[in-house]
Structures are given as structure tokens and as C-alpha cells.
């Protein structure tokens, strides 16, 4: 099913199978469901919309949903929401699944929509043909669940996920775009609680010279050398860490370390790491990165100002070097930039 025959669909159901509609929920409160679930931009007010529409609609279930995680091949999954929605703090630890829904990530059974287990159903949730969500449905009692409305739900939410998906991803790289970005650091600039024992950062990182990777070798594979790089960053850098290609050869990360000494450390490790494994046909590729610490005082503008120029201050002073903004403050080779009237200036 895709996107535009969702509806279709839904309206198909409420004709063709009315005596298959769980008692209470008429078509009104079906789509009612339905738009609260896909006015989500979020992956994480997604999938509580769909288990608390799960949760109204099948009121005689308990539905969890896990996430799916794939290293070497191989599934991991979480739990990310149970029946209650709030139950389940983020970020649990990965775990294997038993062996029987490992066959079915792994698709060794025959792939169905609906699987049924020792307690109850699972069901799949695809993203480019990988299981990317597991859905797991346990009715109390003798229930009988509607498969009918359980997967057009299911299929709407893996709808939604691709789109979502879609439209923060860079096509090239696969990290997360700009949009995100922006979307993410004005999230993380309005949440910043100072008792959190991790202090946020914001990095700028940018190629060195890669217009000359361009002219020497070709876009091609200058091209390469871009996904290569993002996909070295998504070896270090950690599964909360916010990788972003923040236009052309420059990348944004979001991170958090104890303090400014680790965070530098952190950007050392992986400026070393890029210059010391050389890049198929091109050799040697050096980075430059500029950071600065998130502070509920400065709005998402001077957050990008300040790591900006502290990556300028590394471009023009050697390259492969990173600098933190705070720092060259302090030594006074860079200026603050205020806010005014909903533009930057200095002072
Ligand atoms: N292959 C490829 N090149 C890109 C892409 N986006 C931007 N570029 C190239 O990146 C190069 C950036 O060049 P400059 O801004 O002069 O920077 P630089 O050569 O890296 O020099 P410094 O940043 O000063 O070290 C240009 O040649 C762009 O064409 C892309 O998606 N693919």
C-alpha cells in the first residue's frame, strides 16, 4: 500500500466490513485517529499517536512498540513504547530478540504482514526492505484482534516513517539534512536543562581543500569522499549523537560530553582518525572543525555563529584543527554577535 491509497482504503473498510469494526469505533473516530496520527513531524509523537490510536481503537490489547537496530546484519531491537506511553524511558538498552522474531526480522519465515508468537501478534514495520519497528500486540483475554484495521494503522505509520524519513535525510550521504538540523538545534537550544550531567555542543566540520579533490579526481568521486566521511562518522560518533551534512562539504554534529576538555578530545579523535585513514584514489583528506558549548542565553543563530567562526579561526590558521569558540573568546580572537531585530550583528 502507499500513501495515496490510505484513505481509499480506510473508507473501504468502514463498507465492506463493518460487522470486522471493533464496537465504539466508527468511521468519525477512525479518521479523527487518523488525522492527529499523520499530523506528526516527530518519529517519537509518531509513534505515541499511533499506539495511543492502537489503544483507543482496540481497547481489549496491549501494544508495545520496538525499534529495530541493524549491526553487521544482524537485528537488535528495543523497546521504545508500551501500552501506556509514558512507561518506557528512552533509550533502553539493545538486546537480542528470541529466536523466533529473529527469524522474522531476518525473514527466514515467509514474509506475512502479521506473525503470530507464543503471546499474541508482530508485526513488521519496513523501511527500504529492512525491518526498521516491530509492533507487538497481546490481546487480554480471548479477543479477536482486526487484522484489517491493525495493519491499515501499521501501514499508515510505515508510510509516515518513510516520509519522515525522506524528507530529513541527505540523498547522498544518508545523514541527517539541514532541515533537521535546524529543526533539532531550535529543539535542543528551548530544552537545555543545566542539571544534566552531559553539556551540549554544536560542531562545525568542513573539508579541507576538497575543491581540489573535485578538480583532481573528478565530482565523482569527490562525491565519494563525502559519503565515505559521513560514513566514518557514523563509526565514532555515538547512536545519540545528531549527524547532519549541513551543505556541501560541511557537516553539523549535536553532541554532549562532561565538559569542553572531552568534547574537544572527542573532535581531536576524529580530525586524527579522518587524516590517518587515507580515502580510496584520493589519499590523505584532512577536516577542519570549529565548536561551541549550547547556552540557553544565545537563540540557534548565534549558536551556528559561534561555531562558525571558530571553524573559520581553523580553516585560517593551518586547517586539520579543531577550536572551540569559548576558547579563542577568552584569548580574544573572536567576537560575540548579538541579536538584533531577527538579524546577527556585532558589537
Ligand atoms: N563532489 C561534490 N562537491 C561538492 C558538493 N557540494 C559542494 N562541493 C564542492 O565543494 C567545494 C568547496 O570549495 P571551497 O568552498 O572553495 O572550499 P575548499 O576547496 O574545501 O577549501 P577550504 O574549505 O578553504 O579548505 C567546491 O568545489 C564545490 O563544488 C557535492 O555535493 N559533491
New binding site residues.
Given amino acids: 500500500m502507499n500513501a495515496t491509497s490510505v484513505p481509499a482504503t480506510i473508507m473501504e473498510m468502514s463498507r465492506t466490513s463493518p460487522d470486522t469494526m471493533p464496537t465504539g469505533s466508527p468511521l468519525p473516530e477512525i479518521l479523527g485517529s487518523l488525522v492527529e496520527l499523520t499530523a506528526q513531524r516527530e518519529r517519537r509523537t509518531l509513534e505515541i499517536s499511533l499506539l495511543t490510536t492502537l489503544r483507543e481503537l482496540m481497547p481489549d490489547c496491549t501494544v508495545a512498540l520496538y525499534n529495530c537496530r541493524w549491526i553487521d546484519g544482524h537485528p537488535w531491537w528495543r523497546i521504545q513504547l508500551d501500552h501506556s506511553d509514558q512507561a518506557v524511558q528512552p533509550n533502553q538498552p539493545w538486546a537480542l530478540p528470541s529466536s523466533k522474531i529473529l527469524r522474522i526480522l531476518l525473514q527466514q519465515e515467509e514474509r506475512q504482514p502479521v506473525y503470530q508468537t507464543e503471546t499474541g501478534l508482530c508485526v513488521p514495520l519496513y523501511q527500504v526492505n529492512q525491518v526498521v519497528a516491530v509492533l507487538m500486540l497481546t490481546p487480554n483475554h480471548d479477543t479477536a484482534v482486526d487484522h484489517t484495521l491493525l495493519l491499515a494503522l501499521a501501514r499508515i505509520h510505515e508510510n509516515f516513517l518513510n516520509l519522515l524519513h525522506a524528507s530529513d535525510s541527505d540523498t ?1 550521504t544518508g545523514l541527517n539534512n539541514r532541515r533537521k538540523f535546524d529543526a533539532q538545534l531550535y529543539t535542543l537550544v528551548a530544552s537545555q536543562h543545566a542539571e544534566l550531567p552531559r553539556l551540549p555542543f554544536l560542531a562545525l566540520l ?7 579533490v ?1 578538480d583532481s579526481y573528478g ?1 565523482i568521486i ?2 565519494e569522499v ?1 559519503l565515505m566521511l559521513a560514513q566514518r562518522m557514523q563509526q565514532y560518533f555515538g547512536e545519540e549523537d545528531g549527524l547532519y551534512r549541513y551543505g ?2 560541511e557537516f553539523a554534529i549535536l553532541f554532549r560530553a562532561v565538559s569542553a576538555e572531552k568534547a574537544q578530545a572527542i573532535l581531536e579523535g576524529f580530525a586524527e582518525r579522518i587524516s590517518n585513514q587515507p580515502f580510496p584514489q584520493v589519499g590523505q583528506v584532512t577536516v ?1 572543525i570549529g565548536f561551541t558549548q549550547l547556552d540557553q542565553c544565545f537563540v540557534p543563530a548565534q549558536v551556528i555563529d559561534r561555531a562558525d567562526k571558530a571553524l573559520y579561526h581553523s ?1 585560517t590558521n593551518g ?1 586539520n584543527q579543531v577550536n572551540q569558540f569559548e576558547a579563542l573568546q577568552l584569548q580574544g580572537f573572536v567576537q560575540q554577535a548579538e541579536v538584533a531585530s531577527g538579524d546577527i550583528d556585532l558589537f
Fill in positions: 547522498l568542513d573539508i579541507d581543500h576538497f575543491k581540489r573535485n565530482h569527490g562525491d563525502l556541501g562539504e577542519s580553516k586547517r
